[in-house]
């Protein structure tokens, strides 16, 4: 079986993280919006449940799930949605069907390419008014300031997919072709039309990350309004990504490991 209902795995990082991110005044999701994920070993992850919610999630709210089979599917050109839908199925609780969350080919695809521990899908406002803008491709592709790009590194862009095996075979995709150019996953991605997904080695990390594409966020749509968008020069910031200080910051402040 894939996907299974193990409460007991669940951390309370894992579960802290989801709450912190989940808090109304923060304005990252509402409803059933977003999920997070803990790589608990090498070939298992737990992952928000389908239909719960970040705000009142608790330990039952989780599924655990076998990563192998679910990048299978991603990595089968012919993989149908029901495929999907039976791969997350974790079974039957007090008479209500439980499965993993739709969006857990985005965690499983992180985890392809590099043990992530900690990843935080997310819907802010903010964000999403920019990558629903025709500035989506382009918003964050620049820095704008330097704790920005200390923080978020070289984020990746993703255009909107519907949410399933059509965007986790193109993230998967992307997310290849970023480690491909670069040598690292990002520690943000940007989902056109959707929200962002936070990668991180540790719970704190997936939040700082969180927060500061918010920030960014707001930061752009406040110099738009104020006449457009002045990038920092790239000759600037020329060399940051091969400075110990800059990397060891990076490290302590978005989790990402050397």
Request: no cysteine.
């Amino acid at each position: 079986m894939t996907a299974r209902i193990a409460p007991e795995l669940v951390g309370a990082e894992l579960l802290d993280l989801t709450l912190r991110l989940g808090a109304p005044e923060r304005d990252l999701v509402i409803l059933a919006e977003g999920n997070t994920s803990e790589l608990i070993d090498p070939d298992t992850l737990v992952v928000k449940a389908s239909g719960s919610s970040m705000v009142t999630a608790t330990a039952a709210d989780f599924v655990t799930v076998e990563i192998a089979p679910l990048l299978a599917v991603l990595r089968d050109a012919d993989a149908k949605q029901e495929a999907l839908t039976a791969a997350l199925d974790a079974g039957e609780v007090d008479g209500k069907r439980v499965r993993a969350s739709i969006e857990t080919l985005i965690h499983v695809a992180v985890r392809a390419f590099a043990p992530a521990r900690y990843v935080a899908h997310t819907h802010p406002t903010s964000v999403v008014a920019l990558l629903a803008s025709v500035h989506a491709e382009t918003a964050f592709t620049d820095a704008v300031y330097s704790d920005e790009l200390m923080v978020l590194g070289r984020t990746l862009f993703v255009p909107y997919a519907q949410p399933g095996i059509e965007l986790g075979q193109l993230f998967l995709e992307r997310v290849g072709a970023h480690v491909e150019e670069f040598g690292e996953v990002p520690s943000l991605v940007l989902l056109g039309n959707h929200g962002i997904v936070a990668i991180s080695d540790s719970a704190a990390g997936a939040e700082a990350i969180s927060l500061m594409a918010v920030k960014s966020a707001r930061v752009r749509l406040g110099a738009l309004q104020a006449g457009g968008i002045s990038s920092l020069d790239a000759a600037a910031t020329a060399g940051y990504f091969d400075r110990p200080d800059f990397r060891e910051r990076r490290a302590a402040l978005a989790g990402k490991g050397e």
